[in-house]
């Protein structure tokens, strides 16, 4: 098992530029998330689908738009990247309810120029 | 509004010190996890606790659900626990996360 993969590891775009984050996950899990991490922050959440077909909004939405485009995969797309979201961000899993641990991708670490 | 709060924010300790790590949080929780994250920036549970106590090695973790507190143990300290330990609650279909515990275990 893979468990979470995320790709790209590392992107550097330029202001005004649009990209893709890919999530994928292999343990059948219902939900998923996306997650910015700061300095000094902490995690925040910025999308998170409880199941397939579902997308929510979290904490810090603002500039993302996110598919969840099967029960494996989930994305999070930059329209127009601001230096503000240079960030490293997070995917993660879980199966759905009330329990049940999160399972984190290594992250992608992205700079906005 | 985040609302875990967790202290210290930087610890330094002699191989072999016995570790605690404090989390609080104000409002009701499903549960309450603890995560390892390595200097290379991945992100693992350790824990998720609902009540109680629970222990996994050197490691324990505690909650009081009245207090609205869980605390992180480490005994005998190892250069290799040194991490950012970062707590979350879990409240409804979100996680609310801990600016984090940076630890720092000498030899």
């Known amino acids: 098992n893979a468990g979470v993969t995320q790709t790209p590891k590392f992107q550097v775009l330029k202001t005004g530029q649009s990209m893709t984050l890919q999530c994928a996950q292999d343990?059948?899990?219902?939900?998923m998330y996306w997650y910015r991490q700061d300095p000094g922050m902490g995690l925040r959440l910025i999308y998170y689908?409880?199941?397939?077909?579902?997308?929510d909004k979290g904490e810090v939405p603002n500039g993302y738009n996110v598919s969840r485009l099967n029960k494996r995969e989930f994305s999070l797309r930059l329209e127009s990247a601001a230096p503000s979201q240079t960030s490293v961000y997070f995917c993660?899993?879980?199966?759905?309810?009330?329990?049940?641990?999160?399972?984190f991708g290594p992250g992608t670490r992205l700079t906005v120029l | 509004k985040n609302e875990v709060e967790q202290s210290p924010q930087n610890l330094t300790a002699q191989e072999g010190e016995f570790i605690t790590i404090n989390c609080s949080y104000s409002?009701?929780?499903?549960?309450l996890h603890w995560l390892q994250q390595h200097p290379g920036g991945g992100i693992v549970s350790l824990f998720m606790?609902?009540?109680g106590k629970k222990k996994h090695g050197r490691l324990i973790a505690t909650i009081n659900i009245q207090e609205k507190h869980s605390s992180l143990h480490i005994t005998a300290s190892h250069p290799r626990d040194s991490a950012v330990y970062i707590c979350a609650r879990h409240t409804g279909n979100q996680f609310y996360f801990g600016t984090g515990t940076s630890l720092t275990v000498i030899p």
């Open positions: 343990m059948n899990h219902n939900s």
């Open positions: 409002v009701g929780i499903s549960a």
């Open positions: 606790l609902s009540s």
């Open positions: 689908s409880a199941s397939e077909g579902t997308t």
């Open positions: 993660a899993s879980k199966i759905s309810g009330m329990g049940g641990e999160q399972f």
